[in-house]
Every structure is written in structure tokens, then in C-alpha cells.
T-cell receptor
């Protein structure tokens, strides 16, 4: 299975609600990144969390990392219709290389 | 605007055609990547180049041939493709340990 696997695969919420998506991985990492992809576009980097960090914030985004469980979560607070997109986690599989492994993503739909 | 430009945005080709995808970045990054994105599948890493040298070939069929003439440009040469090669092909660039910057991709359709 993939290094990064997101859960759930799809999520539908009302505007103003919080959205939480999870990512699990299998090997040791240096950092974990979250990306967003709008339909028909490339991926856009949201936040990077290093293996020695447990939590990181950026605006309405909050990312946690639990290296003992090999998992991460992305929380989007006070969601907006513009947050509708697919969200991916990516991990650096090998130390000292440029290789990143992405999961299948979570498709988030925020209803106005 | 991510700083990574891919052309063309859409490409329709027959199985016997030869075409090339182009990617360009002027972000000063030394690594460039090709990914394949198919529906309901994880993003598949195809190739990685670091300072023009190929450092990763993820068991990609030889009908895909990458070329990296310098750190700013990356090409993917296509020939004799199969219908299952229809997908969104994404290019990205980065420096070590830093986030990747993606282009908007080329939507490839094989007839």
C-alpha cells in the first residue's frame, strides 16, 4: 500500500464547520507535507511539519504529527466554499533524497 | 502562479504519435519531477532529476523518455503510448527538504 494514505476518501460539510482529514504512513520520515489541489490544477503546498514537531498552525489550518503512530491530521477551521478541493499528504521516503510519496487524497466539499 | 509552467495544458494524441511535454521553472530549484495522476489512484512519481542528473526512475515504461537539459527545464518525450497512459501529467520543482512547487499539468488523452 502507499506510504501516505488519507482518510476519509471524501468529506462533505457545511460552510462554517471544521474539516478534519487524516494521513497514515509506514516508514520513518524527516517531514510531512500537506497539499491542496483544485479541480484541473496542480497541487499547492499548504504546510510542512518536521518529524521533531508535534503541531503547526497556518491561518485556519492546524496540522498535528504523531510519529509514534505514524500519522498526521489536517484540520481546517471555519471552512469556506473556496476550501472545496482535494487534500494530499506527502512524506519524504528516504533521508537525503528528493523522493516524496503522496497518498490518494481526501476530496473535501464545502456546501454554501 | 506557482512559478512552474507546463505546456501544453491539453494534448490529444494517437497511439503512434510522438509528442513532448515541457516544464519550466525559474525558482532556482535544483530538483525537478514528473508525476502521473490518474483518477482514484495516488499521485505516481515517475522521474526525479537533481542538478540535471536523473536520480529516480520509478519503473516507468520506456515509451516515456525524460530529458533535463538544465536545472530550469524538463521534458517528457512520449511515443507509442497506450490508452492507459491517459492521465494528468504534473511537473514539480523543489530544493532539498523544501515543499514542491507544481505546475498545472498537461491533460493527456490517448486515442
Amino acid at each position: 500500500s502507499q506510504q501516505g494514505e488519507e482518510d476519509p476518501q471524501a468529506l462533505s460539510i457545511q460552510e462554517g464547520e471544521n474539516a478534519t482529514m487524516n494521513c497514515s504512513y509506514k516508514t520513518s520520515i524527516n517531514n510531512l507535507q500537506w497539499y491542496r489541489q483544485n479541480s484541473g490544477r496542480g497541487l499547492v503546498h499548504l504546510i510542512l511539519i518536521r518529524s521533531n514537531e508535534r503541531e503547526k498552525h497556518s491561518g485556519r489550518l492546524r496540522v498535528t504529527l504523531d510519529t509514534s503512530k505514524k500519522s498526521s491530521s489536517l484540520l481546517i477551521t471555519a471552512s469556506r466554499a473556496a476550501d472545496t478541493a482535494s487534500y494530499f499528504c506527502a512524506t519524504d521516503e528516504d533521508s537525503g533524497t528528493y523522493k516524496y510519496i503522496f497518498g490518494t487524497g481526501t476530496r473535501l466539499k464545502v456546501l454554501a | 502562479e506557482t512559478g512552474v509552467t507546463q505546456t501544453p495544458r491539453h494534448l490529444v494524441m494517437g497511439m503512434t504519435n510522438k509528442k513532448s511535454l515541457k516544464c519550466e521553472q525559474h525558482l532556482g530549484h535544483n530538483a525537478m519531477y514528473w508525476y502521473k495522476q490518474s483518477a482514484k489512484k495516488p499521485l505516481e512519481l515517475m522521474f526525479v532529476y537533481n542538478f540535471k542528473e536523473q536520480t529516480e526512475n520509478n519503473s516507468v515504461p520506456s515509451r516515456f523518455s525524460p530529458e533535463c537539459p538544465n536545472s530550469s527545464h524538463l521534458f517528457l518525450h512520449l511515443h507509442t503510448l497506450q490508452p492507459e497512459d491517459s492521465a494528468l501529467y504534473l511537473c514539480a520543482s523543489s530544493t532539498m527538504g523544501q515543499p514542491q512547487h507544481f505546475g498545472d499539468g498537461t491533460r493527456l488523452s490517448i486515442l
